[in-house]
């Protein structure tokens, strides 16, 4: 079997207007901007408004990726939608999405892999096209995390905010695309990062409200732990499945969980800090959005160029972790 060149042809993101910053929080929980900042590195994050749901930045996100590929909604076979907060339960948010943008000729479905869906989507998608199945996928990270962050508990509330990214694969030149992949899981980890209430194992009832666990709960030490280990597992296997090697690749874009998680994986990995794309001062962590966030604004800046080797590397609940290693196609 032939297997094609598959890469991004078209990326674009959204956030919502609606700044809100360590001080804002400061009057919210007994918080520091002081803190904040020199335990993660964030300043502020974005936060939708109250009549946006995650379809709806996703939306966003994904016209911006169709216009930059200078295609239509309508080019688009499937869609693959990376969300732990999406706008229901049951009736996925790709086919709100589908709907929304008139992609009338695309199948579409969602996957939860928390903060490294956009890597696993990506995979994901890439092998449709590969395998000759599908021609255009709209892959799309996109998160409403304001909506499951306890705005009373100082440990989670600092740290996350809202957006969305998008990018559209295709069929590229051949020598460039997507490289290589590595993704991982770790089950076991059952209580580390998770919202225990209003899925099946625990539906709302008037006790879970009462003790708030409708909202997220994190050991924040532990996801520490498992992202030092796991952003390097996946970067350098990823790396070492498309032979590539830290002097060819020119930037990471990590997930943007915490500048302190980064700085460790850089050293483990043996690639610079400075070549590893931070956003997360202004963004916060994102989840699934917060990866294509990060190449979205890199690619605006022209930072990113035909050619150039990129490696996307994340971390998450579930816990998961993955990177994608391309050779930039435009
Ligand atoms: N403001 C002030 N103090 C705080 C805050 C806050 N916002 N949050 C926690 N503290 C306090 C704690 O209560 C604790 O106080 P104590 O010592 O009196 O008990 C103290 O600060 C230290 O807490 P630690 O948890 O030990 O602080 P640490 O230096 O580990 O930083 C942090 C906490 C930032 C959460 C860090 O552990 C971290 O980044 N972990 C990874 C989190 C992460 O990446 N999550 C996203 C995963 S992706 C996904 O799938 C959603």
């Not at 869609?79 to 996925?92: H, N, V």
Request: charged share 25%; aromatic share 8%.
């Amino acid at each position: 079997m032939n297997f094609k060149n598959v890469g991004i042809v078209g990326l674009g993101s959204y956030v919502p207007e609606r700044i809100v910053t360590n001080f804002d929080l400061e009057k919210m929980v007994d918080t520091s901007d002081e803190w904040i900042k020199s335990r993660t590195g964030i300043e502020e994050r974005r936060f939708a408004a109250e009549d946006q749901a995650t379809s709806d930045l996703a939306v966003e996100a994904s016209k911006k990726a169709l216009e930059k590929a200078g295609l239509t909604a309508e080019d688009i076979d499937f869609i693959i939608l990376a969300t732990g907060t999406p706008d229901y339960l049951i009736q996925s948010t790709a086919c709100i999405v589908q709907e929304k943008l008139g992609a009338k000729n695309a199948a579409a479905f969602d996957l939860n892999a928390a903060c490294s869906g956009f890597v696993y989507a990506l995979t994901m998608g890439t092998a449709l096209i590969k395998s000759n199945m599908y021609k255009r996928v709209l892959v799309i990270g996109t998160e409403v995390l304001s909506r499951v962050v306890d705005m009373q508990d100082r440990n989670t509330c600092v740290l996350f905010g809202d957006g969305a990214a998008a990018a559209v694969l295709a069929e590229v030149e051949p020598g460039y695309g997507i490289i290589s992949q590595y993704l991982g899981a770790e089950g076991e980890d059952q209580e580390t990062l998770r919202v225990p209430a209003g899925g099946t194992r625990k539906p709302i009832t008037p006790e879970v409200l009462e003790e708030r666990s409708n909202f997220l709960k994190m050991k924040g030490p532990e996801v520490f732990k498992f992202a030092v280990k796991a952003l390097p597992k996946a970067t350098i296997s990823a790396m070492e499945s498309g032979n590539v090697s830290v002097e060819d690749i020119s930037m990471v874009f990590p997930h943007q969980a915490n500048l302190r998680i980064i700085e460790a994986a850089s050293k483990r990995i043996g690639i610079p800090v400075e070549k590893f794309y931070m956003n997360l001062n202004k963004f916060g962590n994102t989840s699934s959005a917060s990866i294509g966030l990060a190449l979205g604004e890199a690619l605006d800046k022209g930072l990113v160029k035909k050619g150039d080797v990129i490696a996307l590397t994340g971390f998450g609940a579930g816990l998961t972790y993955g990177s994608m290693i391309i050779k930039w196609a435009y």
